[in-house]
């Protein structure tokens, strides 16, 4: 019996079922983008095989388990995670075999008390009756100022309860669920019903989500013991390596190394960060010139766009941006450009600003292939251009992809729409309806000249727009460009993280450690006034999440480097947050404040998922760069074996964090979404993925302290692991096309960039990997 339960608790058979879990999962992934989301729950997440591995899987954790009984205090953290995974298998179980999950449609003023419900192929199945009735009273749909786009949607309903005859009234909106009687109900979508010759609503429906999950909250019980259980596996794992460290010490009778940052060292280095951030925080452009007199004054008119108020210098910097595809015309100040456009709009419309955007678009419109740039005189009046467009339009009315030329015409379009905006003066809305703060603002009139937006700018304030201080604030977010100052601020870091890593120097280990400080206070301050002036956390798009991503790169560092102890930390810290904020700054990302849909509105979920994950993401990112670093030694400096060890146990002080933080984003994911839908998991391509990246760095880990994996293949395979990470990040949104996090660009240049990545990767290890068996080999004979 002995031997049976030693066999089901191999650490080998843990290592092997997480890496066939992980790979049924991609598997699955791949499959809903090319056979749908019904398939691949077919074929892969309910299919006998998939759910037999789990089944396996739970069986090797328990006997794990039941065989390390009796437990010391050392196990406590290995008996608390490993325990809370077969919490959430009995929690999963539950929901699997007794859930109740189905939609509830009314149109106003209409009753109902039966779901319809849907098998796992999505064919429709038995209607589900309620113990209970729901009455539509109203429907409201909020647009965000100014536009159709909905900030949110709710239902006014009436509950009836058919047992006791209790009736109730209450609300139901994103976010805001209806629990009662073990039932949620769920404001999930709605329609309305037009009139086909005015356009005007005649009535609205409601489509709500109806859920009754007996096994939801075991399953985040079984998430949160599991972080736990992480974060005390950490702690144990932190007071033996210093124990030992502390030996080592002893018997070594010398003292122990890494920088620390205290006492008068310590306030240098705080006097120089502070220093760096005070002058960027302070940072102003020199005093206008008298002739600038009128463009200053234009860009503090307020203006409204996108669902906000905000200042013209930033409607003008989109605008350029989006016309011409930079962030600036032949250097103008984008006031001036759209100046120009407003008031010269003749000139402007003959202009060559518009970017076409690619060669193939070019030819496809009659034009050289170099071309890159066409007037919207020239673009409008083009038969093959309108052709394009129009084939773009009928394909997204179909709901087809749109790829290669049709894409590229696509957004030509938008292009176009934008800077007709300006020449018909349609874009310029400075005039608030009083009152009425959700309405859309007026056209300036007179509009003849630049003297009249300047009096406009200058005169009385009206009511509705935004105060003084918010309009200063947002321009001095845009003037400042927290992270080109960022990087290049890190960037000198990194060069002195460098130069003290050669000299061995205790001064410019400060220094740089200083400029790692200096660095995470720009990228502080601009998150702070990103967030400020969009009045919500800034973690909706790519561009602020990367923000988010070298954040948490410095603020792992600043917290790590005591407890570490390891120079490490800060030369591998300024280069990560260095290059991310070069890239932050320096790709064509749209970096500018849109609204956020309902569904990211309204919660506070928002704002602590996704700094969660993206922290997760930037210690894994720190773990792959000190991975490469120790391949690169490995092949050229051999006889470094001090060096590569300390890297290899930086790395896995890496893994162990990163994954901490890991689970802690998908539990609290887990938990926004059962908020929002309903759902604490929906099989969605994001989900699986941030899965699919947890299980590959538990399979690591694993096989490290089973010795199954050597220094070298941890390092190595962390590379590998590393590339789920990206597939999360990145992978779900631009390659599969699928999902609630798709931006469905699945020609987009970011697949070539990814595979371009993994190739690159694929020759490093292995050159790595030839490196390390030549030298085993070597060792071997001597």
């Not at 490993?82 to 009314?106: C, D, N, P, R, W």
């Not at 539990?667 to 998991?681: D, M, Q």
């Not at 590379?719 to 020609?747: C, R």
Request: aromatic residues 10%.
């Amino acid at each position: 019996m002995k031997r049976l339960l030693n066999q089901l608790a191999s650490l080998k058979l843990a290592v092997i079922l997480l890496v066939l879990l992980l790979v049924g999962l991609a598997a699955g992934t791949i499959i809903e983008s090319s056979r749908g989301a019904p398939v691949a729950q077919q074929t892969v997440y309910y299919a006998w095989w998939f759910l037999a591995l789990q089944g396996l899987f739970a069986v090797n954790v328990t006997a794990s388990i039941l065989s390390l009984a009796p437990w010391g205090k050392n196990r406590i953290g290995y008996v608390l995670t490993h325990a809370s995974m077969i919490v959430i298998f009995i929690g999963a179980g539950l929901t699997y075999f007794l859930k109740t999950e189905g939609q509830l449609g009314l149109w106003e003023g209409n009753s109902g008390g039966e779901i319809a419900v849907f098998d796992e192929a999505g064919q429709p199945g038995a209607p589900h009756k309620l113990p209970f009735t729901v009455k539509l009273d109203d429907f409201e749909v909020e647009n965000y100022p100014g536009t159709m786009r909905p900030s949110q949607f709710r239902s006014r309903v009436q509950v009836t309860d058919g047992e006791t005859g209790e009736t109730f009234a209450t609300e139901i909106y994103m976010n805001h669920p209806l629990h009662y009687r073990g039932y949620s109900l769920f404001q999930s979508s709605y329609q309305q019903d037009r009139d086909p010759q005015t356009n005007e609503i005649r009535r609205e429906a409601t489509i709500l989500s109806v859920s009754k999950d007996p096994g939801q909250t075991i399953v985040f019980v079984g998430y949160t013991f599991l972080v736990l259980g992480m974060i005390v596996v950490l702690g144990t794992r932190m007071v033996e390596a210093r124990k030992r460290a502390e030996l080592e010490r002893m018997l070594d009778g010398g003292e122990a190394g890494g920088p620390r940052p205290a006492g008068r060292a310590g306030k240098a280095a705080a006097a120089v960060a502070l220093a760096l951030f005070a002058g960027v925080a302070s940072a102003q452009a020199p005093a206008a010139l008298d002739g600038w007199a009128k463009v200053d004054a234009m860009r503090r008119l307020p203006v409204q766009h996108d669902g906000r108020s905000m200042p013209l210098d930033t409607l003008a910097r989109e605008a350029v941006w989006n016309v011409t595809g930079k962030y600036s015309w032949n250097g103008e100040d984008p006031v001036v450009t759209v100046a120009q456009w407003l008031f010269d709009p003749m000139r402007a419309s003959n202009t060559p600003l518009v970017e076409l955007g690619s060669p193939e678009l070019a030819v496809a419109v009659g034009l050289p292939s170099g071309t890159k740039y066409a007037s919207f005189s020239q673009l409008v009046s083009s038969q093959r251009v309108l052709g394009l467009m129009q084939q773009a339009r009928q394909a997204a009315a179909q709901d087809r992809p749109r790829t290669g030329v049709l894409s590229e015409a696509e957004k030509l379009e938008g292009r176009l729409v934008w800077m007709q905006g300006f020449l018909e003066r349609e874009k310029l809305r400075a005039i608030p309806v009083a009152g009425q703060p959700r309405a859309r603002w007026g056209v300036p009139q007179p509009m003849g000249s630049v003297d009249d937006l300047v009096a406009l700018s200058t005169g009385p304030r009206l009511e509705g727009w935004p105060s003084p201080a918010a309009i200063d604030r947002e321009i001095l977010y845009k003037k400042v460009r927290a992270t080109r100052v960022a990087w290049i601020v890190l960037l000198g870091a990194l060069v002195l993280s460098l130069v003290a890593w050669s000299r061995r120097s205790r001064l410019l280990d400060v220094l740089a450690f200083a400029g790692l400080l200096g660095g995470f206070g720009v990228m502080s301050w601009g998150i702070a006034m990103r967030w400020a002036v969009a009045g919500r956390i800034p973690a909706s798009n790519m561009y602020e999440s990367l923000l988010f991503l070298a954040w948490g790169v410095g603020l792992f560092a600043v917290v790590a480097l005591p407890v570490l102890r390891n120079r490490l930390v800060v030369l591998n810290a300024n280069a990560m947050a260095a290059l991310t904020m070069a890239l932050t700054d320096l790709l064509p990302i749209d970096r500018f404040i849109h609204p956020m849909p309902p569904v990211l509105s309204g919660t506070p979920w928002l704002a602590i998922h996704v700094p969660i994950i993206m922290v997760g993401y930037s210690v894994l990112a720190l773990g792959v760069v000190i991975a490469h670093m120790q391949i690169g030694f490995t092949m050229f400096a051999p006889r470094r074996t001090d060096l590569t060890n300390r890297m290899a146990d930086l790395n896995y002080w890496y893994m162990l964090v990163g994954n901490i933080l890991l689970i802690a984003g998908i539990l609290t994911g887990s938990i926004w979404a059962a908020s929002s839908w309903g759902r604490y998991w929906g099989w969605d391509p994001k989900e699986v993925w941030s899965l699919v990246a947890f299980l590959a760095y538990m399979a690591i880990v694993h096989g490290r302290f089973d010795k199954l994996i050597g220094q070298f293949g941890v390092a190595a395979l962390s590379i590998v692991a590393f590339q789920t990470i990206l597939m999360t990040y990145l992978g779900v949104n631009y390659v599969l096309g699928t999902g609630l996090h798709s931006y469905g660009m699945g020609d987009s240049p970011v697949v070539k960039w990814m595979i371009l990545v993994a190739l690159a990767e694929a020759a490093f290890v292995g050159w790595g990997w030839y490196a390390h068996a030549r030298q085993q080999r070597e060792a071997a004979v001597a």
